[in-house]
């Protein structure tokens, strides 16, 4: 299949049709095949790039857009409004509902629309929850109903991870996808900490809280439309790219996705469900530092937790690649246990550092674990086809289908913690009036799968690999 069509933004056209590829309509792109080291080296490598650069900024925004509601709830009362403790920790748990649940049929708009077209869509997308967040928030007369229903449309930001990291494992080969997988989410998951330490200063630059809070989410409206303009023009589609939706069910029939389903809730669910509640747990437990003056606007210190478990994630990758996942994610779940314990401690003594330090460890501990616990997803699938042992080697094809099918319904399944986590918390505070019976239930939590993270680890151990 070929065409006289040439891509505008590749400066190598003539040496990567010599490799294979022909330029099509639209921006499709036919004949990729990463494994070939003469088409990687003859310009696939620098496709590639300019397709992960713009991927990441995408889903960076995607990220700040689902975790807005998070801080905005924290200055609700003082532009007037007034909801229950239920109903705010309904508003920053329903992005995260939704944005699990978007994630499972994101994950096969790639294949069906193309990567660079659907990267337009859904970062386009993104405009409705910003909209609606400036809209509603202008009024304290907004109806909780309407509140919540705006403050789920922000679980679009959610989706976003899915379709993303569909789209760039097909741009890269097998011996690079680790790293770029590991960019694309750790570029993403910056984006709920840019969201928590820019938004308190944007809001209070305005005359009053009230006229502040639009800002919240108007700010974000010409970035988005950079992001969709830029992957118009910058951003390619794959005709090789396709949709294993036969894997995908072969792989729920397996208990090795269900079980590291289960250790992602307790690593990546936490990271995103206590990202989500920091800063209203900051409010709530010490309001003299939840804000700090900074010029003429306010800083929270609350970003600082998102920003250590995103770059600790990238860390625990590479260390799960050295010393294997299961070790990696045994360390993490005993740390966010003794983590959990400290900040348990310390409420009663009202020590803000003591309580934030303990908190960033958790924070560092749950990063370190997504990574290292889905590091152990392909090795695992390895072992059940019997043809490698996943850590060196990927298995044979099936094998490798249904781990790649896999990582998508754990990474969906697993956010599912950003609802479960402020929920857990919210009941915790309208049942007891604090959060410590909450957290009490989070160690206990913790301490149930580092045994399971135990068991699997033993069990690599008995067949001599390492899991």
């Known amino acids: 299949m070929t065409s006289t069509a040439t891509n505008p933004a590749t400066s190598s056209t003539s040496a990567t049709r010599s490799a294979g590829l022909d330029f099509l309509p639209g921006r499709w792109i036919s004949g990729w095949d990463p494994e070939d080291t003469g088409q990687w080296r003859d310009g696939g490598a620098a496709i590639a790039g300019r397709n992960l650069r713009w991927s990441i900024f995408a889903e960076f925004l995607g990220f700040v857009v689902w975790q807005l509601w998070s801080i905005v709830v924290v200055a609700l009362p003082g532009a007037g409004f007034s909801f229950t403790v239920t109903q705010t920790f309904w508003l920053i748990s329903i992005p995260s509902l939704v944005g699990a649940t978007l994630r499972f049929p994101y994950t096969f708009m790639v294949p069906r629309f193309g990567g660079r077209n659907w990267t337009v869509v859904s970062a386009l997308l ?53 790293w770029a997988l590991g960019l694309n989410a750790a570029g993403g998951n910056l984006g709920a900490a840019v969201a928590q330490f820019a938004v308190p200063i944007v809001i209070t630059l305005g005359a009053g809280a009230t006229l502040g809070l639009p800002f919240a989410g108007l700010i974000w409206i010409p970035l988005i439309l950079v992001a969709a303009i830029g992957a118009w023009f910058r951003m390619d589609n794959l005709t090789s790219a396709t949709a294993d939706v036969k894997a995908s069910l072969a792989a729920l029939r397996y208990p090795e996705l269900w079980l590291m389903a289960l250790l992602y809730i307790g690593t990546f669910g936490s ?7 920091f800063p209203k747990l900051i409010a709530d437990q010490f309001p003299a530092f939840s804000a700090f003056p900074l010029g003429g606007a306010t800083l929270s210190l609350a970003f600082v937790g ?38 348990i401690l310390t409420l009663p003594l009202g020590d803000f550092r ?67 986590i402020p929920q857990a918390l919210g009941l915790s505070k309208s049942a007891t009036g604090g959060y410590a019976a909450g957290l009490g239930w989070f160690v206990a939590a913790y301490v149930l799968l580092l045994a399971v993270t135990v068991a699997v680890h033993l069990r690599g151990r008995r067949r001599g690999v390492r899991i």
């Open 306 to 343: 998102a920003l250590v478990g995103s770059l600790a994630r990238p860390l625990g990758g590479r260390l799960a690649d050295r010393f294997g996942g299961s070790s990696i994610t045994i360390a993490a779940f005993a740390v966010m246990a003794l983590g959990a314990i400290g900040v």
């Open 354 to 420: 003591l309580f934030l330090g303990f908190f960033l460890l958790l924070f560092v501990a749950s990063g370190a674990g997504n990574g290292a616990t889905y590091r152990m997803i392909p090795t695992l699938f390895a072992l059940r086809s019997g043809t490698g042992d996943g850590h060196t080697a990927s298995g044979d094809v099936p094998a490798q289908r249904a781990g790649a099918a896999a990582l998508g319904i754990v990474s969906a399944i697993g956010a599912y913690g950003g609802f479960v």
């Open 271 to 277: 990271f995103i469900g206590f990202s989500g509640v």
């Open 126 to 178: 993104l405009l409705i929850p910003a909209t609606g967040l400036a809209i509603c928030v202008s009024n304290p007369h907004t109806p909780f109903p309407v509140m919540l229903a705006v403050a789920a449309l922000a679980g679009l930001g959610g989706g976003n991870f899915a379709s993303s990291m569909a789209n760039i494992t097909s741009f890269y080969p097998q011996r690079e996808k680790g």
